[in-house]
Nanobody, 113 residues
Framework: VQLQASGGGLVQAGGSLRLSCAASGIIFRHYTMGWYRQAPGKQRELVARISSGGITNYADSVKGRFTISRDNAKATVYLQMNSLKPEDTAVYYC????????WGQGTQVTVSS
């Protein structure tokens, strides 16, 4: 199983980034896909997730700014991040869950003030 995250980088506050996570080795459409993040000195936290049926939920801190989506044909999950804030700075991890979880390697997002 491989979850390859990409799209991170350095952006100014108020800017946007789009993260992608391409999955292989799993039947993608069966999995709930999620994005988590971990800032230095903090625990990993859920950012957003999307079920196999397309139901989404978001952390309160990102509601209205971030959008998660999935393309089952491409076995890829996306996280569109708008109106970024310095507190969004973290390593973002892709997760595939079906009762048991697989994790990607993480991609760094840095938001400068």
């Amino acid at each position: 199983v491989q979850l390859q995250a990409s799209g991170g980088g350095l952006v100014q506050a108020g800017g946007s980034l789009r993260l992608s996570c391409a999955a292989s080795g799993i039947i993608f459409r069966h999995y709930t896909m999620g994005w988590y993040r971990q800032a230095p000195g903090k625990q990993r936290e859920l950012v957003a997730r999307i079920s196999s049926g397309g139901i989404t939920n978001y952390a309160d801190s990102v509601k209205g700014r971030f959008t998660i989506s999935r393309d089952n044909a491409k076995a890829t999950v996306y996280l569109q991040m708008n109106s970024l804030k310095p507190e969004d700075t973290a390593v973002y991890y892709c997760n595939a869950d079906r009762g048991y979880s697989f994790w990607g390697q993480g991609t760094q997002v840095t938001v400068s003030s």
